[in-house]
């Protein structure tokens, strides 16, 4: 399953994480120190919902953002 929401496109992002050590110059240290630099991913909240698509339900990956804003009319079960 792609991490792609349907509606609005919404895919990951790269990004990183960094690790610092050290007191802050305004806290009356040195300042701090860069120690370590990881990459990550920020991921989109995706849900997967059975919405109506022409007339007849499909099932589609959603992010909850378009989920909000009424993007998606959801298929009523019998």
């Known amino acids: 399953m792609s991490k ?3 509606i609005c496109g919404k895919k990951p992002v790269a990004g990183r994480t ?3 050590r050290g007191m802050s110059k ?3 240290g ?3 120190k860069i120690t370590g630099i990881t990459a990550r991913r920020f991921l989109p909240n995706l849900k997967s919902v059975r ?3 022409n007339g007849t339900p499909k099932r589609l990956t ?3 953002k378009c989920l909000k ?3 998606v009319v ?3 079960r019998f």
Do not use: D, F, P, S
């Open 26 to 28: 305004k806290k009356g």
């Open 51 to 53: 919405a109506i698509v």
């Open 74 to 76: 959801k298929a009523v």
């Open 18 to 20: 960094i690790v610092r």
């Open 69 to 71: 804003a009424g993007k």
């Open 4 to 6: 792609i929401c349907e």
């Open 30 to 32: 040195v300042g701090l």
């Open 62 to 64: 959603v992010c909850v």
